[in-house]
């Protein structure tokens, strides 16, 4: 659904902006470096490409925790930087919903022992199942670990779609600068 | 004989409903006597009197090769200001008539789906016994309609709001009239409208053409049910109108449902076959009539049978809208409350129950697969409160932490949805759990190849022109097992794997960071391939140094080229963990 050409283009024109700032095509810069640089670059701009989402500040959030990524973060993304960086006001509400969430499962817990003996295992093992699971997401997504269930989803479904962008656009380069390189 | 064995138990179906009729219904109704007939003129009479909703019976002529008794069954709908009707006629098996009667002009238009033509019939509305005399006419221009018809379909007898009346929406394919479909229906009232009517027909009509039933047509066992609905659809107390809801005639619904889920889905499916177009249509007309039901003004307002579908397919709209709209209130107005509004008269609760039980059962199909087992037993209650328009399913409590809970598992389930359309190959997945394996295992292989492309693109950007060194190779297998590393499948070592280890080292970790690439996706091993023997590791160790050389911009362009989103399911069943 978001992925127009549009969306890609900006995505693009960030992160060769990146690149620029981040000084990636240097000659000194060694392998790691560059590659960080790079993927400093790319994860920036597909945050900025997607806009305010959880998933995108987290991912800011996450790339300024080291302090030289945070100068370029600042100049690649200017105003948005703040916008972005902003972490996702609702974890204070996270902790009180899950009160009652696992209220509310204690209680359908409850209920299903006093009626039907047979269900409790399964019903208890596919909680059980979809929890481990939906941790291992949370540690995928990032900024995931301070969402809940349905939101999880939500951005899920985002970060996908825009890691599918950003995949599509970095191979057409590579496809583009090999094609260049061929002709040169 | 065939024929008279059909129409002496056609006769005694009919008996039944009559009887059956005549005990239920409150005189409205006009029902065919064991004769089967009727004067139309002495209907009318009694019809008019009432108000202004009839029920007339016209009997067609006999056809003379045949006993068979074509009955065309009326249903006035009351009365609207300008004086225009719609005809409902119904027959047995098959095909609909709608007539309208526009009364200002007087004349009795027939409009057949078949070709969307229409007979006009130059006699005033308001006295049919004109007909009568037309009818042998009437009769003998519909059965030219119907030798010219190629195929019949289930009788749907649909009535439309008076906005529609003049023209019906030639939306369902069944028009034709199958000459053999002038069976008799016994019972009138038969308007479930649009439910099929499944009357076992008195007589069939010599019919030489080729008959295409619906499969699920013949001989619903809806005869019964059919006869209740008809019964109740009868049962119009003078001057309620307001309470006659035909939105899916629901109350005829009750019935059906005890005839259990088969059946109704025979129903749906033939109702779907019917009108899947037409539900739109109708639904939004509802919206609009039913306000318009209140007004005392006799209009009612019968939507197809369909409705049945049509129904839960707006309210599973307005359902799915509103699950959307993730307000506090939790309100949600479904379309079965705006109809309710209208509503009086307490068989509706009993219908709304019944359509509730329906649309749940639709609902849960539709929304949640998973939670099937919630909706065994009784009826529901719904919650009947001002805002919070949550319905409680089957079973359930109604308490405000279940209906939260329910309210926040339909959303999940929503999303898992749209999920599984993104996510490719997922679409037969049942389950959480396994859903969310896909989706997680999706998410690894995304960001496996961003890191692929990083690399990639950091090696582009390298001014130099990579000389690989033993030391970037290192470097780049040892990224690559990291970025492995970090993954929680591990489906074994994928026999490129074991090859390097039977190589001399010093080319070791060129196969490695080779093979390490070669895991990401099967260009890799298609260009290592192309490049080699077919399993790219068997080369003599001489060959691996002019392989050494262009390795890097051919694998890059196979990579560029070749890979494609499709591979992620075939990167997550290789090896993820290897080990030097």
Not at chain 1, 49 to 75: D, M, P, V
Not at chain 2, 86 to 113: G, Y
Request: proline share 5%; glycine share 6%; charged share 25%.
């Amino acid at each position: 659904m978001q992925l127009t050409s549009s969306f890609k283009l900006v995505f693009l024109k960030q992160m060769l902006r990146g690149f620029l700032l981040s000084d990636a095509s240097s000659n000194s810069m060694s392998f790691h470096e560059r590659k960080n640089a790079i993927k400093l670059s790319a994860d920036a701009a597909i945050a900025f490409a997607r806009g305010r989402t959880r998933w995108s500040q987290g991912l800011i959030t996450n790339l300024s925790k080291n302090e030289k990524n945070k100068e370029i973060l600042k100049s690649l993304l200017g105003r948005e930087y703040d916008n972005l960086r902003k972490p996702c006001g609702n974890s204070l509400k996270i902790p009180r919903s899950k009160k009652i969430l696992r209220r509310c499962l204690r209680m359908c817990s409850r209920r299903k022992k006093a009626g039907r003996a047979q269900h409790i295992c399964k019903s208890i093992l596919a909680k059980a199942l979809a929890k481990k699971r939906i941790q291992v997401l949370k540690k995928l997504v990032p900024g995931g670990e301070s969402m809940d269930g349905f939101s999880l989803l939500d951005e899920t479904l985002d970060y996908a779609m825009s890691l599918k962008a950003q995949v599509d656009v970095m191979r057409r380069l590579l496809k583009t600068s090999k094609a260049s390189l061929n002709i040169k | 004989m065939r024929g008279q064995k059909k129409t002496r138990r056609g006769e005694k179906d009919k008996l039944e409903r009559a009887r059956f009729v005549r005990k239920h219904s409150r005189a409205k109704a006009a029902f065919l006597t064991e004769a089967g007939r009727l004067k139309v003129g002495e209907y009318l009479e009694r019809a008019s009197s009432l108000s202004g909703f009839w029920v007339g019976a016209l009997e067609w002529g006999k056809r003379s090769e045949v006993e068979d008794k074509v009955i065309i069954l009326f249903l006035f709908l009351g009365q609207s200001k300008d004086k225009s009707f719609t005809v409902a006629v119904s027959e047995d098996p098959l095909p609909r008539l709608e007539t309208s009667i526009d009364m200002n002009e007087n004349k009795f238009v027939l409009n057949s789906h078949h070709d969307g033509g229409e007979w006009q019939f130059n006699t005033p509305a308001m006295s049919m016994v004109p007909l009568l005399p037309n009818a042998p006419s009437l009769a003998g221009g519909l059965m030219n309609q119907i030798t010219r018809s190629s195929y019949l379909s289930t009788p749907m007898v649909e009535v439309f709001s008076p906005g529609q009346w003049n023209h019906h929406p030639t939306s369902s394919p069944n028009m034709a009239l199958g000459e053999s479909n002038f069976a008799s229906t016994s019972s009138i009232n038969s308007i479930p409208v649009g439910k099929p009517v499944a009357i076992s027909p008195r007589g069939m009509l010599v019919s030489t053409e080729p008959r295409i039933f619906p499969t699920s047509l013949p001989h619903f066992p809806v005869d019964s049910a059919f006869v209740e609905r008809a019964a109740r659809f009868s049962c119009f107390g003078s001057g309620n109108f307001s309470g006659i809801n035909f939105f899916g005639s629901s109350p005829a619904m009750a019935p059906s449902n005890n005839e259990g889920i088969g059946d109704q889905v025979q129903k749906d499916e033939l109702l779907q076959v019917d009108h899947e177009s037409f539900n739109g249509s109708t639904m939004k007309n509802q919206g609009d009539q039913n306000s318009q039901i209140g007004n005392g003004e006799s209009r009612v307002v019968i939507f197809p049978e369909d409705g049945l579908e049509g129904n839960t397919g707006s309210t599973d709209a307005a359902l799915n809208s509103s699950s959307s709209d993730r307000g506090v209130n939790k309100r949600r107005k479904t379309v079965p409350d705006i109809e309710r509004d209208p509503v009086q008269g307490g068989r509706q609760s009993s219908s709304e129950t019944t359509k509730e039980n329906i649309e749940n059962k639709q609902k849960v199909e539709q929304i949640n697969s998973k939670q099937t087992e919630k909706n065994g037993k009784d009826n529901s209650e719904f919650v009947k409160e001002g805002y919070v328009h949550v319905r409680a399913r089957r079973g359930q409590a109604t308490n405000s932490h279940s209906l939260a809970e329910r309210v926040r598992r339909e959303k999940i389930s929503e999303r898992m949805k749209y999920l599984q359309e993104l996510v490719p190959g997922c679409s037969k997945v049942t389950g959480k759990a396994v859903m969310l394996d896909e989706i997680i295992n999706y998410v690894q292989s995304l960001q496996r190849q961003v890191e692929v492309s990083i690399m990639f693109l950091s090696m582009k950007l390298a001014a130099v022109n990579p000389q690989l060194d033993f030391g970037i190779e290192g470097l780049l297998a040892k990224n690559l097992l990291r970025a492995h590393g970090s993954s929680s499948s591990a489906t074994g070592f994928s026999p490129e794997m074991i090859y390097p280890q039977a190589y001399p080292s010093q080319h070791n970790l060129v196969h490695t960071g080779i093979s390490a690439m070669a895991s990401h996706s099967d260009t890799f091993r298609r260009a290592i391939s192309t490049q080699s023997t077919a399993s790219g590791y068997k080369e003599s160790p001489l060959q691996v140094q002019p392989m050494h050389i262009p390795w890097n911009e051919e694998l890059i362009t196979q990579m560029a080229y070749g890979a494609n989103p499709s591979n992620p399911q075939n990167m997550d069943s290789k090896a993820d963990d290897f080990a030097i």
